[in-house]
């Protein structure tokens, strides 16, 4: 989960406390950007679905683009006959056999 603190500035400021590699600290804003999509997406709040609020992202990487990739991988992946699917956690695919993982997996050596 990424902190309400975690902003654009703290990614490129060079005094900040927290020292993470640039890799962890883009990782994490990507996840929180598609957690506030999904969030404002799958909300009950009336409002909050006839509004749609814009996600400002970077003009190199845009979370709807992003996560309209992942369900068409997704539908590409229900082909009659896989059954090795077993979870989508983020726009990362999972499958049994542990063929693919996410990053964070990479990182810690989990399989």
């Known amino acids: 989960m990424v902190s309400s603190g975690l902003t654009d500035v703290a990614m490129y400021c060079s005094k900040a ?3 993470l590699p640039l890799k962890s600290i883009l990782e994490e804003y990507k996840c ?3 957690k506030l999509l ?7 709040d009336i409002v909050i679905k006839t509004v749609k609020p814009t996600i ?4 190199k990487w845009k979370v709807v683009e992003a996560i309209d990739k992942a369900k068409e991988c997704l539908k590409i992946k229900e082909v009659p006959g896989q059954t090795k699917l077993t979870a989508k956690v ?3 695919l999972q499958q049994s056999d542990g ?3 996410n990053e964070t997996e990479k990182r810690h050596g989990h399989q």
């Open 17 to 19: 406390k927290l020292k």
């Open 32 to 34: 929180g950007k598609a």
């Open 38 to 44: 999904f969030m404002s997406e799958d909300s009950e």
């Open 56 to 59: 400002k992202t970077g003009r």
């Open 90 to 92: 983020w726009g990362h």
């Open 99 to 101: 063929q693919v993982q």
